[in-house]
Structures are given as C-alpha cells and as structure tokens.
C-alpha cells in the first residue's frame, strides 16, 4: 500500500536531507530493480516495509545459496 512505502521514505528522508520524497521513492525502486537493495513487507497494521543493501550484488559477489 501508498502508505507503507511513504512511512519508508520518510524514515529515510530524515536522514538525507534537501531530497523530495518522489525522487527518493524513485532510487530506491531503481536499486530494488538493480538488485542492489532488498525490499522486505511485513504482513501486520501499519504496515511496515524495510530496505536493506545487498552486499553481495554491490561488491559483485554472487550469493552462495
């Protein structure tokens, strides 16, 4: 849901400053796409999504599954 990933963004917005929340919601859905950034939803209310940095796609390590 919208409000899921605005909640998200805006957690990361405190951190970044003078970045609009659509260009920043943009990047992180490139990254996801790029498989540089993970995107974990949790099923619960609210609703709560966390991202984290694939290490191993950004070193260019393949992943030993």
């Known amino acids: 849901p919208r409000e899921d990933k605005q ?5 990361i917005k405190k951190y970044i400053e003078d970045i609009s929340f659509k260009t920043l919601s ?5 990254l ?9 939803e949790y099923p619960q209310i609210p609703p709560k999504v966390e991202y ?14």
């Open 7 to 11: 909640a998200i963004v805006a957690e």
């Open 26 to 30: 943009v990047a992180l859905k490139d």
């Open 32 to 40: 996801e796409s790029n498989g540089l950034v993970h995107r974990k």
């Open 52 to 65: 984290s940095l694939d290490l191993c796609q950004y070193l260019g390590h393949k992943k030993s599954n």
